[in-house]
């Protein structure tokens, strides 16, 4: 007796790309809005996904775990035609764009780490000397009184 495989489904529901996925149906339909992902509509107007939107969900699911904006994602999945499933070299070229990217922001991160291993235990009673909230004392120069606070205060409260 001859075993039949298992067909593959080349139409996935909503419900079936966020169990494989991880990610909410609702989700699926932002990255839609934002024309990240797309969908066709059978008969009965119901939204299916082409199968390469699989590797499209965990590409934007990693970008964003990095820290990459959705309007970057955008982007970079706007220049591959509908469909396209990315070829290793492709995957190559866009993620060393990204990693460009997380390099620079933990270079900046690693910075103010830095910077807050000299702040004083109380989170800085100088503001004068402050590298992080007042750099070169830039303050200084517009002139002298708790500015700063007092800017912070009247925003909190919802003062301009």
Known sequence: MEKKSPRIKMLLTPGEVAKRTGVAV????FYESKG????QRNAGNQRRYRRDVLRAVAIIKIAQ???IPLATIGEAFGVLPEGHKLSAKEWKMLSSQ???ELDRRIHTLTALRDQL????GC????RRDCPLRNPGDKLGAEGTGARL???EDSEIKGFS
């Open 36 to 39: 990240l992902i797309h969908s």
């Open 98 to 100: 990204w990693r460009e």
């Open 123 to 126: 989170g800085c009673l100088s």
């Open 26 to 29: 609702s989700t699926l339909h």
């Open 149 to 151: 606070l007092l800017e």
């Open 65 to 67: 775990r990095i820290g």
């Open 117 to 120: 291993d000299g702040c004083i």
